[in-house]
C-alpha cells in the first residue's frame, strides 16, 4: 500500500531506516505524540503548507515546510533527541525518488537546532524539510 500524503511516506520511510529506529524505535508520530509518550520519539508536523504550486504535465508538485521535532531527556551526552535529528537528517539529505507512492524531485534540509524548554528536563531538537514532490 502507498501513501497517500507526503508526511505519511516520509514517516514510513524513516520507520524503515535502521538509523533511525535504533534511537526512536517505531515512536515516530504525526501532527503530536500521545499522551505519556516514551522517550525518546520523533514527531512530524507540517508547519507551512504548500501553498504555491507548481503545475507540469497535469502533475503538482508541494513543496511544504515539514518538522521534524525530536524529544529526549538528558540522561546521556549527546542526548537522544541530538542523535535522532541527526539520523534523520542524515536520511532525508539530498533525497530524491520514489518514497512510498510519493516521487521526490529533491529535498531540501535544515537543522538540526536545538530548543531549549523552560522548566522542563527534557531535550528538544528540531529538523526542517522542505520536500519538492508529486504524488504518483
Not at 61 to 86: E, I, N, R
Request: hydrophobic letters at 40%; a negative charge; aromatic letters at 8%.
Amino acid at each position: 500500500m502507498s501513501s497517500s500524503y507526503i508526511e505519511q511516506a516520509i514517516i514510513t520511510t524513516a520507520k524503515a531506516a535502521s538509523t533511525v529506529t535504533a534511537i526512536f524505535g517505531q515512536r515516530l508520530y504525526h501532527i503530536e505524540a500521545p499522551q505519556g509518550a516514551v522517550m525518546p520519539y520523533a514527531v512530524l508536523n507540517n508547519v507551512a503548507p504548500s501553498n504555491e504550486v507548481e503545475t507540469f504535465d497535469d502533475a503538482a508538485y508541494g513543496q511544504p515546510l515539514l518538522q521534524w521535532t525530536c524529544v529526549s531527556d538528558d540522561m546521556k551526552t549527546p542526548c537522544d533527541a541530538f542523535l535522532g535529528a541527526h539520523a534523520l537528517l542524515d536520511l532525508f539529505r539530498n533525497y530524491s525518488g520514489s518514497m512510498d507512492g510519493v516521487q521526490v524531485d529533491y529535498m531540501r534540509i535544515r537543522g538540526p537546532r536545538t530548543l531549549t524548554l523552560s522548566q522542563s528536563q527534557d531535550r528538544v531538537c528540531i529538523v526542517e524539510l522542505e520536500p519538492h514532490y508529486v504524488e504518483l
